[in-house]
């Protein structure tokens, strides 16, 4: 037989979120292996799981398309998948401590399912699936973007960008027909460890500078800057 229920309005508290069908918050934490402990048909978490995966996709899509104006599909794309990764979902449901709130069948207690890190994402996900069945579109935004706050003002970086000479001329030629421009603006150190350091320009202006070992190096961490720079200036942070 599964565990006792837990005091749900100390997780709605953790929340910030008070359900008015308390049901679909007790099914978003009730582990499938509940259902392999009882006789009888047990619902569980996996269809709420398929619903909250399918609205945190959608508005994380919908902010990345919105914040981050002039950064195109691939890094938005990757943006993405850093932050719904099922480590970082885990990280969110430690947050709230959700694996002390979780249904589980004894076998899967005993087996430290409560710190199991499919367990937490899966559990996040039916959270959410549960607030947007609970409170609709707009409450399941707010909480997402509540909680994912912080992984936007990281992304403002653009981090992780294989090619970016690349994407900042795609950035560029989006606006513009003239492609940047790189210059080597000093090269110091002895002829077996020289130092590279490069500027970009673009219609005239200095749009970033970086250095390397290399002048391709230096010129991608130029245009690394530039990139980050021309971000900031068209990101102007979460909304609501």
């Given amino acids: ?4 229920k837990p005091n749900l309005q100390e997780l709605q508290d953790r929340l910030g979120y008070q359900f008015k069908q308390i049901g679909l918050l007790q099914l978003a934490l009730t582990h499938p292996s509940v259902a392999h402990e009882v006789t009888s048909p047990t619902p569980h978490n996996q269809r709420l799981e398929f619903l909250g995966d399918a609205v945190l996709g959608l508005v994380l899509t919908q902010e990345l398309y ?6 195109s599909e691939g890094p938005l794309t990757k943006a993405r998948a850093q932050m ?3 480590r970082s979902l885990a990280e969110q449901a430690r947050h709230f401590h959700l694996g002390e709130f979780l249904i589980l069948s004894r076998g899967e207690e005993t087996s430290g399912g409560r710190e199991k890190q499919s367990a937490l994402a899966d559990a996040f996900e039916a959270v959410l699936g549960a607030i947007f069945l609970d409170g609709g579109f707009e409450a399941a935004r707010a909480f997402i973007l509540g909680c994912f706050r912080n992984s936007f003002g990281q992304l403002a970086r653009i981090p992780n960008i294989d090619n970016p000479k690349g994407e900042l001329q795609e950035m560029l030629q989006s606006r513009s027909s003239e492609a940047p421009r790189y210059e ?5 150190g002895p002829d077996h460890d020289r130092v590279f350091e490069c500027a970009v320009h673009h219609e005239g202006r200095e749009l970033g500078r970086g250095t390397g070992k290399s002048k391709k190096a230096a010129e991608s961490q130029a245009a690394l800057a530039a990139l980050q720079t021309l971000t900031s200036r068209h990101g102007e942070g979460l909304k609501g």
């Fill in 184 to 188: 080597t603006t000093s090269v110091t």
């Fill in 1 to 4: 037989m599964p565990l006792a």
């Fill in 66 to 71: 919105e914040t981050f104006h002039a950064v």
């Fill in 84 to 86: 719904v990764n099922r």
